[in-house]
């Protein structure tokens, strides 16, 4: 009863947002009267002006010369000069496509998913982003879908699923496969920790020949989207992945479609529990503010920046 209670009461609040959301608190330029779209236009351009997370969001042989020195993101006091070797393993140009996107689904891993038959809607997309080397195949394909452009790798699944990569490593390979030739980004230059764990990552993609994209996301970038959404009033230790790629979707998307964000442990609509993530209950980093991201987002939705599936497809 208590836990029906919390989930109703949790679903109001929420709608309330939706349905009354304080336009002044946005993070998007304050504007006077005009079409929604108008005002989302110019969010999307300073996440653009500020960020450009087009041409710097991840590193390229271009925007990334041997010799430069990178700051860890997440470790401002640890510097890495960039050797011929590691700049070899750089993407040679950014890997999005000039012409921006029409349709992208990003899929966060909430528990929301689970049931919830997207499968198919997140397919007809585009550019299908995903989230830490997500299961897709066999029980969650109908509800996630397979389609995958782009997915984002934290090392820790590196370290705690594939042993950091020191042994085999075929078990890495072929999970890999179920993302065919998508572009894999690896957060190497956030904490130093993770820089040798990812190269290894990169070079088992190079020498196994698998056809998936191995490309490392920029510091700098990420330091710039930081700063960004802190003068937003967001403040969390670290944004969360699911955050940085709607930030990035944003700049290269026309249309950006959500599914799987949803922070809470109830239904939005039907209030059972749900686990955190649709094919585990790992818990959420203490180093993220989920319910604060989530917030900013439900008004970009409201506002028409993006669209946030919340029910079942
Ligand atoms: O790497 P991180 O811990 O940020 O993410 P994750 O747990 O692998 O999930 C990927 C993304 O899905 C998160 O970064 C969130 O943006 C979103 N998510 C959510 O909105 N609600 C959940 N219950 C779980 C994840």
Redesign the pocket.
Known sequence: LIILCLGSLLTTVTWYWLDDVEFSKLPCPKKGPGKLSDICKGCRSRLRRKCNGFDTAIITQENTRIGTKLVYDGDEKKTLKVTREIFHVFAKEHPFETKRLDKCALV?????LTDSRCGKSIDSAKFVLR??L?PLKSDYQEHVGVKTDLVTA?PSILLKKYGSLMNRRRPFVESLQSYGNALLVLPAFSYSFNTDVSLRAAYTIEDSGSPAQPVFFNPGYLRNLSIFWRTEGLKPRRL????IMTSLALEICDNVELY?????GNHPYELYP?S??YYDD?K??PM?A?PA??NILLRLHSEGVLKLHLGNC
């Open positions: 966060g891993n909430g528990g929301i989230c830490n997500p934290n969360s992945t699911g955050f799987g964000f949803w922070p809470f749900l955190n993530h790992m959420v980093s993220h989920m991201e989530f």
